[in-house]
């Protein structure tokens, strides 16, 4: 669904819905020229931001539903209910890399702009990644691992 808001905020209009996920949305994510969203069985819709049309769909093929998404520069980043993290070109949707992140589901992801991304598990570890910025060779490396005290 996409709504308009005027500029005093009074009010919220429905403008259009377009059709997209067939099952229950669990992530968003943009940058300036693509909007990216993700459902609870795997699928990835990738959007082009101006226009709202799809530009690619990556079909789910990994049997666990998407629980945090993010994009920096060309990658989305998927994690998983089953512990994966998942890149993917974000031009082509193709997958670019995967790592047995967590033992179980990862609850939440965060990155900055120098690569870094930090994920949360129900195995109550927190760890810190590093990702390379090129897509072609991709590589991504363990930094820190956090474990809550028992």
Not at 88 to 105: K, T, Y
Request: glycine residues 8%; negative net charge; charged residues 20%.
């Amino acid at each position: 669904m996409l709504f308009t808001i005027p500029p005093d905020g009074s009010k919220i209009f429905l403008k259009e819905t377009i059709p997209g996920h067939q099952h229950g949305i669990t992530g968003l994510a943009s940058n300036r020229e693509r909007f990216i969203s993700s459902d609870t069985i795997g699928t990835i819709i990738i959007w082009n931001i101006e226009t709202m049309l799809q530009v690619n769909v990556v079909q789910p093929t990994f049997h666990s539903g998407i629980t945090s998404l993010g994009l920096r520069d060309d990658t989305i980043m998927a994690a998983y209910a089953n512990g994966m993290i998942r890149f993917f070109d974000v031009s082509n949707g193709q997958i670019a890399g995967s790592i047995a992140a967590h033992s179980r589901c990862i609850n939440a992801m965060d990155y900055n702009d120098e690569g870094l991304v930090a994920t949360v598990s129900d195995d109550c570890y927190l760890r810190v990644w590093k990702i390379s910025d090129d897509i072609e060779n991709f590589e991504v490396n363990l930094i820190e691992v956090l474990l809550r005290n028992l």
